[in-house]
């Protein structure tokens, strides 16, 4: 017999074969991941509630409503970061807990580390001090960029948060994202994140349009996985660090899909299925500089793998 006020354990949900891509990458995330990352997993592909996923992320949250604590792990230290409260977002998004107070405090912290233009800086100074990736610059005066700001509105527009901060952050974007010219392929990413959500369709669909064009020109996607060789890798990033078309297009509604036909996103999620490794999680392309982050940063890698291979309807075991 139970014991009187024992909490119940939690059903047992099914269980994948235990070699599929799938049971996989669970092993891997319950070996490496945080709990975050656990709580995610057991969300998107075990039955979970949102709650648990919930009370992971506020161990990362700070009085001022940002997010610190290395929730985005090449930024180490307690501090708020706009990287870390755009990654707060994210996580709330996919569980659709995107509103309500906490989201307004968010709006907040970001309205008080935004630049004069109205955008968000990548990194705010406040970081000093703390470990970080040899890769990130910590400046005095940081301009804002689109790298973050169009990911963050584009988040709370699909969400339909309004706050003042949004007007002048919404025409930062709009502003950015139709003026890139020589562009790098992770603020190609952020212009589609905010493209993906703007209010405007037409425009963005017009932007998207420009923007895939660029992209094919100045080769910023690999659209032939048997010779990496012939796509350059932007300058300062690692030679591993390409991009594809799965990366701009994340699930097939969004306006970057129409960029690429359907060989080359075949292709593209073939080679994406193709990069689990034998611990059964997914590489990350970036420089590794210490072993907690890549860690942390193969966990998230992993679960974008899965959600983006079954977004496209490819079999996870």
Do not use: I
């Not at 990654?87 to 580390?113: F, P, W």
Request: proline share 10%; net charge negative.
């Amino acid at each position: 017999m139970a014991e009187t006020g024992a909490s119940p354990l939690p059903p047992t949900p099914p269980t994948p074969p235990a070699h599929s891509p799938l049971a996989r990458a669970e092993h891997f995330l319950w070996v490496t991941a945080r709990v975050l990352e656990q709580r995610l997993f057991a969300y998107h592909f075990r039955g979970g509630d949102a709650g648990p996923v919930e009370t992971a992320l506020d161990a990362y949250r700070n009085e001022d409503g940002g997010y610190g604590h290395a929730l985005e792990p090449d930024l180490r230290g307690p501090v708020s970061q706009p990287l870390h409260t755009a990654h707060a977002l994210r996580v709330l998004d996919a569980v659709g807990g995107c509103g309500g107070q906490r989201v307004e405090r968010m709006c907040r912290y970001l309205t008080s580390v935004s630049t004069p233009d109205g955008a968000l800086p990548a990194v705010h100074p406040s970081l000093r001090g703390y470990p970080a990736a040899p890769f990130v610059r910590v400046v005095d005066d940081p301009p804002g960029e689109l790298l973050v700001t169009g990911p963050v509105v584009g988040l709370l527009h699909r969400n339909e948060v309004w706050h003042a901060w949004l007007f002048r952050a919404t025409d930062f974007c709009w502003q950015a994202a139709e003026s890139l010219g020589t562009s790098h392929p992770y603020e190609v990413e952020a212009a589609v994140a905010f493209l993906d959500a703007a209010p405007d369709r037409p425009r963005a669909e017009a932007a998207a349009d420009r923007l895939g064009r660029l992209v094919r020109e100045q080769r910023l996607a690999v659209l032939d996985p048997d010779d990496l060789d012939a796509y350059p890798v932007s300058p300062g990033h690692a030679r591993s660090e390409h991009h594809f078309p799965h990366d701009y297009a994340r699930n097939p509604r969004s306006l970057a899909r129409a960029w690429f036909t359907d060989g080359e996103m075949t292709r593209s999620l073939d080679f994406l299925a193709a990069e689990q490794e034998q611990d059964g999680g997914w590489p990350v392309r970036r420089p590794h500089w210490a072993p907690s982050p890549t860690l942390e940063a193969r966990s998230k890698a992993t679960l974008e793998a899965l959600r983006t291979l079954r977004a496209y309807g490819r079999s996870l075991g």
